[in-house]
T-cell receptor, first 114, second 116 residues
Framework: DSGVTQTPKHLITATGQRVTLRCSPR?????VYWYQQSLDQGLQFLIQ???????AKGNILERFSAQQFPDLHSELNLSSLELGDSALYFC?????????????FGPGTRLTVL | AQSVTQLGSHVSVSEGALVLLRCNYS??????LFWYVQYPNQGLQLLLK??????LVKGINGFEAEFKKSETSFHLTKPSAHMSDAAEYFC??????????????FGKGTKLSVKP
C-alpha cells in the first residue's frame, strides 16, 4: 500500500459525458502527479501540482483539467469524453517539487467510455 | 526529443535464471534514470534510480541496474528470478536541464513472465 488513494476504482460512462477522478496523496506529500496509461499511448505524464499550484504540464488535452485543493487532495476533470479516453488514470505523490523525488503511485482509476 | 526504448515487450525466464531487461535512452545530456515495477492491478512502484555518482545502482527485491553513458543504456538485472518477480517493468527518464528538470518519460514497458 503506497498511501496514495484514488476514487473511484472503476468508472463507466458514455461519450460526451464529464467525470471527476479524485486523488489523496500520502500524508506530508506536497506534489501530486497525474498519468494516463493506455494500450496505444503507454504511460504518459499529464500534469503536476505542487502545494496547490500547477507546476508542470505534459500531454494533457484541453478537455482535461486538474486542481489541487488546500487539503492537498487533487481532482482530474475529464469532459466531452471520447472513446479514446478509455484508460487507466494514475495519481502519484511525492514530498518535493522536483520529479526526481520518489513518486508513490495510487492503484489507479479505470475509465471506460462507451 | 528524448525517448526511452525498452527492447522486448515480453520476456520469459525460468525460475532461478538471470533476468535482463533492456533500456536505452536518447539524450545528449545524461538524464536521471528510473526503473518502476507494476504488479497486476496495482500502481507503479520505484525499483531503483540513478541521478549522479556510482553507475551501478542497487534497488529493492535484489534488482540492480548499471548506467552506461557510452551505450546510453540502463539495463535492469537480477541474478536469480523468483516467481514473485512476474510483473511489468518500466524504464523512465527525466532530462536534467541544469536547474530545471522535465518530468518522467516512460518506456512502453516489458512484461516479465517467470516459469516454474
Amino acid at each position: 500500500d503506497s498511501g496514495v488513494t484514488q476514487t473511484p476504482k472503476h468508472l463507466i460512462t458514455a461519450t460526451g459525458q464529464r467525470v471527476t477522478l479524485r486523488c489523496s496523496p500520502r500524508s506530508g506529500d506536497l506534489s501530486v502527479y497525474w498519468y494516463q496509461q493506455s494500450l496505444d499511448q503507454g504511460l504518459q505524464f499529464l500534469i503536476q501540482y505542487y502545494n496547490g499550484e500547477e507546476r508542470a504540464k505534459g500531454n494533457i488535452l484541453e478537455r482535461f483539467s486538474a486542481q489541487q485543493f488546500p487539503d492537498l487532495h487533487s481532482e482530474l476533470n475529464l469532459s466531452s469524453l471520447e472513446l479514446g479516453d478509455s484508460a487507466l488514470y494514475f495519481c502519484a505523490s511525492s514530498v518535493g517539487r522536483g520529479p526526481y523525488n520518489e513518486q508513490f503511485f495510487g492503484p489507479g482509476t479505470r475509465l471506460t467510455v462507451l | 526529443a528524448q525517448s526511452v526504448t525498452q527492447l522486448g515487450s515480453h520476456v520469459s525466464v525460468s525460475e532461478g535464471a538471470l533476468v535482463l531487461l533492456r533500456c536505452n535512452y536518447s539524450s545528449s545530456v545524461p538524464p536521471y534514470l528510473f526503473w518502476y515495477v507494476q504488479y497486476p492491478n496495482q500502481g507503479l512502484q520505484l525499483l531503483l534510480k540513478y541521478t549522479t555518482g556510482a553507475t551501478l545502482v542497487k534497488g529493492i527485491n535484489g534488482f540492480e541496474a548499471e548506467f552506461k553513458k557510452s551505450e546510453t543504456s540502463f539495463h535492469l538485472t537480477k541474478p536469480s528470478a523468483h516467481m514473485s518477480d512476474a510483473a511489468e517493468y518500466f524504464c523512465a527518464v527525466i532530462m536534467n536541464y541544469g536547474g530545471s528538470q522535465g518530468n518522467l518519460i516512460f518506456g512502453k514497458g516489458t512484461k516479465l513472465s517467470v516459469k516454474p
